[in-house]
């Protein structure tokens, strides 16, 4: 009998070891997933997203940027692909802080000094979908895999650090 346990999951592009989120996606998209292993059933009940950079601060002009990488161009997306059919949770791309903080719940954004470098502040932002994302792991020849993806179309390499971590339930 399979049996539900809790998971918290970076979402990583190519390997589980490339994580890190502040890349240059301006050229060639950049998307970063949770993979779903043929037989588990993955359920999303949250993300939390987190941004380390300079000039990153919650309020005045910086909100209206994406930290060290300005204002996006064309932004960052938020993908669920289930079956043949995919969705973007959000009603446009990500281009700014401002954007952000209007899909997260007001009391779900921290604004925090980062320990990771001086200088940088770390905006937390915890995004809850109108109802949980169920995943089911397929067989490796299936054409559409169930993922939950994030796309970059914009240069975030000015980014200290950016990732974007997966809570909720898996069986297998």
């Known amino acids: 009998m399979a049996r539900a346990r809790n ?10 070891t490339d994580t890190d989120m502040a890349v240059d996606g301006s050229s ?6 949770v993979p779903v292993a043929e037989g588990q059933t993955i359920i999303i009940k949250k993300l939390i997203f987190e941004v380390h950079s300079t000039a990153a601060d919650m309020s005045g002009a910086e909100v209206y940027t994406f930290g060290a990488a300005g204002a996006l161009t064309t932004g960052i997306d938020f993908l669920v692909r289930i079956g043949g059919t ?31 470098a001086s200088g940088t502040d770390l905006v937390r932002g915890i995004y809850y979908p109108p109802s949980p994302i169920r995943l089911v792991g397929k067989s490796p020849a299936s054409a559409t895999p169930d ?23 898996e069986t297998v």
């Open 86 to 116: 995919q969705r973007s949770l959000w009603p446009s791309a990500v281009k700014t802080l401002a954007h952000l903080y209007r899909y997260m719940k007001a009391a779900d954004m921290d604004n925090l000094v980062d320990g990771i």
């Open 147 to 169: 993922r939950v993806v994030i796309t970059i179309d914009d240069d975030l390499s000015g980014l200290t650090l950016m990732q974007v971590f997966a809570e909720g339930t």
């Open 7 to 16: 998971f918290s999951r970076l979402l990583y592009k190519d390997s589980v």
């Open 28 to 33: 060639t998209q950049q998307v970063f997933t």
